[in-house]
């Protein structure tokens, strides 16, 4: 049993983490621990102050006594707002909270980028137009080029768990372009675990989203590799370990 522990700041998109579960095969384990959101604002202000060591040291505990292996702190926002060297020390608090490897959502997406050889992407994102180009920023400060960024202007993450799979696909869709090589959806807020198949078949290329690659973060933190191809292209490109 490998056992994946998540930080989740309050309730949004939380119950795509059960469906990837069960898709990934009964010796995988996702535990979901939420925080404390504060004010729920895609504002840069308020997702610092929801990043803080604080606010995620108050779910460190539960997390360990659960058995967790690794940890990921799945927000986006919450992370690359603090910019590239800032989301590191972020991490290695988080590290240093747990006693465990952690990450967070934001280095997942360039990592999941790397294992599938992406080098321009184009961003989908429901922020604002600001923090929206924060994540851009960001992504570049891990080396990838981005082609474009599409904002939807959304303040709070409890209108972005609304949004159902018309409304993510016309997402994925605004911002797809002819030179990036895949799109990427970054608020774990999000419903997209549903969607995976659907999405990558519509763009013909691979779609990277929140909730998708915090998973498979914790898993390659836990150097684990599993092949569960209804959870999209990033998931296939590792040896079958399950039937």
Known sequence: MTALGLLYPGHAAE????????????????????TDIGEDAHRVD??????????????????????????????????FVYG???????VRTLARLAGMPASSTSFAFVHAARELGLRRVAVG????????????????????????TRSSGIITAAEVGTWGEEDVLTLARAADSADAEAVLLPDTALHTAAYLGLLEKSLSKPVLTANQVTVWEGLRLADRRVNAPALGILFTREPLVQV
């Open 125 to 148: 994102a429901t922020y604002p137009e600001d923090v929206a180009r924060l994540f851009a920023d960001f992504l570049r400060a891990g080396g990838l080029e981005v082609t474009g």
């Open 84 to 90: 590239w060297e800032g989301a590191q020390e972020q």
């Open 46 to 79: 308020a997702l610092r102050e929801m990043g803080s060591a604080e606010r995620l040291a108050a779910g460190v505990e539960g997390l360990r006594l659960a058995g967790a292996e690794t940890v990921v702190w799945a927000c986006t926002s919450g992370s």
């Open 15 to 34: 119950d795509d983490y059960p469906r990837i579960e069960q898709l990934l095969g009964s010796d995988i384990r996702v535990d979901l621990f939420h």
